[in-house]
């Protein structure tokens, strides 16, 4: 039988374990109900958005946060399984690919497009992998060529092919030399898509799921070419503008026009378990994840809270609370969010179904999701 002396010590410690045990709970209690105030504050304001979701993963458990309505047609709120359009954070996704195709050797962050991709532009040619991965490649954005622009007013649901979306910009001249600073274009991860179905013979998608998907689980998770609906049961996307009724964009626009930059269709659970894979070291090694980590100042497109830096197809995102590390995304109807720790460890991810505010509307959005990294960390 143990000494009186240790049975004491040993409720001591018992009880002082619960004593800070209740403290935290109650900090991450108080924690979480301040982002669910704030996304119903979202949901609440001019021009705000139906709804609004954040998920939070923490100690192996995904607690979600929500507010509004995922369809205004019908009462409740967005789900965590609901189907959705993730927006850039699919170059993410086609940045993971890349360096798993580094990892194998098939491709290098030095090589060239000249190299890689024979059929592109002259212009591009000196262009490197790992300039494409950070937006230093000075390739102008596809999104901001008038005759992009006035193919989708013509025809906005019209299938678009990855090389059709590059004859949009690939007579213009570079915006700077290559290396030389940050800007992000949406055109740099079109080029990495094509790259790597180079390098392998085979397509995007097919790679997409055998690099990405399939190791990480992504079962709700797809690239839709073709297809303009979404999977059931989706969170439908709206445009707002003040003093009218929310407009349906759900399928206004092709995915096709943005493919291995920002077609991914998933839902929050998975965005989450995709952004901890990431940072995990599910998809490619030590070496690559090092070179991922390589910062340089530039925001991502909308920014994320606190102070940006770019590395490869990744985003860090400094905050009060502490580092973060991810993307964000912006298409008709959703404006994303999904970060994780360094190690892969916890989560936080934030939809809205409207796309990226701008303004006050975008300063609340940042100050709700600082607020939910400080949530995650617990602090």
């Excluded at 290559?178 to 180079?198: F, Q």
């Excluded at 998975?270 to 030590?286: C, K, P, Q, T, W």
């Amino acid at each position: 039988m143990p000494h009186p002396s240790r049975q004491i010590l040993f409720v001591a410690a018992v009880c002082a374990a619960g004593a800070l045990l209740v403290p935290a709970a109650a900090q991450a209690k108080t924690s979480d109900a301040k982002v669910k105030r704030g996304l119903h504050g979202l949901v609440a304001s001019a021009e705000g958005p139906p709804g609004a979701i954040a998920t939070l993963y923490r100690d192996g458990r995904l607690t979600t946060l929500r507010a509004g309505r995922a369809d205004v047609r019908r009462a409740g709120a967005p789900r965590a399984t609901q189907h959705m359009r993730i927006a850039s954070v699919a170059k993410a996704f086609s940045g993971a690919v890349a360096l798993k195709l580094v990892e194998q050797g098939r491709l290098g962050l030095d090589d060239t497009v000249g190299r890689r991709l024979p059929n592109g532009s002259s212009v591009w040619g000196n262009v490197t992998v790992r300039q494409l991965l950070n937006h230093t490649s000075g390739i102008p954005d596809y999104t901001e060529a008038d005759a992009f622009r006035r193919t989708v007013q013509q025809n906005p649901r019209a299938y678009l092919a990855p090389e059709q979306i590059l004859r949009f910009v690939r007579a213009d001249p570079l915006e700077f030399a290559p290396g030389s600073r940050y800007a992000y274009s949406n055109t740099d991860n079109i080029i990495i898509g094509l790259i790597a179905e180079a390098v392998t013979g085979r397509a995007y998608p097919r790679l997409l799921k055998d690099i990405v998907l399939t190791p990480a689980g992504l079962d709700d998770t797809s690239l839709p070419v073709r297809r303009i609906s979404l999977p059931r049961p989706a969170i439908r996307g709206y445009v707002v503008e003040r003093g009218e009724q929310p407009g349906d964009v759900t399928t206004f626009l092709s995915p096709s026009g943005a493919w291995a930059s920002g077609a991914i269709v998933s839902t929050p659970r998975d965005l989450a378990a995709f952004i901890r894979a990431n940072l995990g070291g599910r998809f490619f090694g030590a070496a690559q994840r090092r070179a991922q980590m390589s910062f340089v100042p530039g925001a991502s497109s909308p920014p994320g809270p606190g102070a940006n830096a770019a590395g490869l197809a990744l985003f860090r995102y400094t905050t009060r609370c502490g580092v973060v590390y991810g993307h964000t995304g912006n298409f008709p109807g959703y404006t994303q969010f999904a970060a994780a720790t360094a190690d892969g460890s916890r989560s936080v991810t934030t939809t809205l179904n409207i796309p990226a505010p701008t303004g006050a509307l975008l300063r609340k959005l940042r100050a709700v999701q600082a607020d939910a990294v400080c949530a995650l960390l617990g602090r």
